[in-house]
């Protein structure tokens, strides 16, 4: 049913078409370029913070100069702009850089084309989560540029510090918005994967990708409600009067911040974590979808234990809800309450290695192709392994006790979202860059940012378990002003430098990609000879994406069938 009828999608002038689209392509792809744009924005927050962390209290070259005086005087970073970037990059990264890439940008442009769908079921909605998140994040920046300034509390916004805290008033509207844009994608996604497959593509044919894509959807769906609540009532704490976080006389400077009072601090961390921890699986769930489809393509080999790397991504959305509280060990709850969340956090770990080592198993036995998005999620496995591995000392209470609030969090937890997440979504943009735009980025510049980002990417995040074991606090202005942390000190100057180099590894992407996008080689429907459906439409796909509906005749990845004619076999073909 490719509809040649497109009186249903509106007009189609330059506004409708680019602008206001409702096409999932367009939305994919403007999803895409934003995304992109947020992640380097927190970067660039990340290395006029890292100056600091290198070089406390000196002045920043250039960019000091470019500050204003109140939030650098002198060139210097003032502490408390030092707190917003750090809470600022933490909320980017996460709300506006990485789940609108893995889900926004990856999400709409290839699951209706991996299940042979001509759109999304709404697409409608589909355009509105783009615009509500768009300015969501938009009021996010331009909180920066407001008198109360940025928000400084964490990603994590906890109270009693948020309620009072300038800046955060306008954190809170704009997560609203970047909240309100995720249910409503999901509630997208999830119809379109249950409703407007293909005949034929029965649920267990449908691509790894696309399972991924639909548990996400369903955690963002059960997750985001608690912290849009959560978020509401912070919000009436700070201009209506209330009290749902505010202890009874919370003194600050020493006095008393308000008559009322009364409320919870720990209830805003359970709203929160209940949301955070089935978030990071929102993180991680796409970028292991895209390393199934690349690995499968570039191995010629059908991926290792298809049914139970879904039944394991199943089941780590189903316990991602009865985790959370360990990131809370030390907010005194009992130990019969801990050891719960102790046991649960030690079984989800079951599946996420059963996850990895279906995809290392997949290796074997395949004539692997090295191509530059299959280095990128080669490099996925024993890194995002080092990120799951080095969770596990969190996730035991007793150890946990050392390690909380250490550089050792950040370190784990960034090779968890860097080493991984984003390593698997660049290689997912090298993988599907020749769909989106019918031409290829080039491979040799592809490699130089591959290895470029690799290395130096290790080089920032591995020294901070070294400083978290030594017990380096995160979050500190000046390192140096405990004698415990001198140490140390050296390698917040690595983690630095290769920060900074890290920066100059994504030029030969940032190029690559804009380049390519218009001068690269030109390329046909199906480069990479692969055998999900996305492959079997032009490229780019037109309005509407098949000429006819595909029919689906085989699961998703029969590579070298002995018989068959070719070492691959796509699923709409019938012999
Ligand atoms: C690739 C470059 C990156 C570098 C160099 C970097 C570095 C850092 C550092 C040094 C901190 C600690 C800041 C402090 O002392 O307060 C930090 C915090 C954080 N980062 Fe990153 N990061 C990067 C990417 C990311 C990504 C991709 C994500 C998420 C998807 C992320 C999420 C966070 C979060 C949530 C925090 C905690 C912020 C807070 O304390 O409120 N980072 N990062
Ligand atoms: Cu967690």
Redo the contacts with the bound molecule.
Sequence with gaps: MAHKKHDAHGSQDFISKYVFSVDHKVIGLQYLITSLLF?LF??IL??I??WQ?AYPGQPIPLIGRLLSDNLAPGGVLSPTF??A???M???I??FL??VPLGVGAFGNYILPLQIGAPDMAFPRLNMMSYWVYLPGGMLMLLSFFLPGGAAQ????SYPPLSVINPGQTVWLLAMLLIITSSLLGSINFLVTALNMRAPGMSLWRMPVFVWAQLVTAVLLLLAFPPLQAAAILQFMDRVAGTSFYLPANLVVFGETVRAAGGGLPLLWQHLFWFLAHPEVYV?ILPAMGIVAEIIAANTRKPIFGYKEIVGAMIFLGGMSFVVWAHHMFVSGMSPKLSNFFLITTMIISVPSVALLTCLIFSLRGGSIRFTTPMLFALAFLPLFGIGGLTGLPLGLSTTDIYLHDT?YV?GH??YV??TG??IALMGGVYHWFPKWFGRRMDDFWGKVHFWGSVIC?NG??FP?FIQGLSGVQ???YDPTAQLHNLPTQPLNIV?SVF?WL?FVAQIPFIWNFFYSMFKGKKTEENPWKATTLEWACPSPPPHGNFEKTPHVYRGPYEYSVPGHKNDWTPQHVEA
Excluded at 153 to 156: A, V
């Design positions: 992640l927190g970067f990340l290395m913070l890292r962390l030092y707190n970037l750090g809470a990059h933490g909320t990264m996460i850089g990485v509390s964490g990603w994590t993180l550089y950040i937890f960034h979202v860097v997440s984003i990417m920032v995040f901070m995160r979050r500190l983690s920060a890290l």
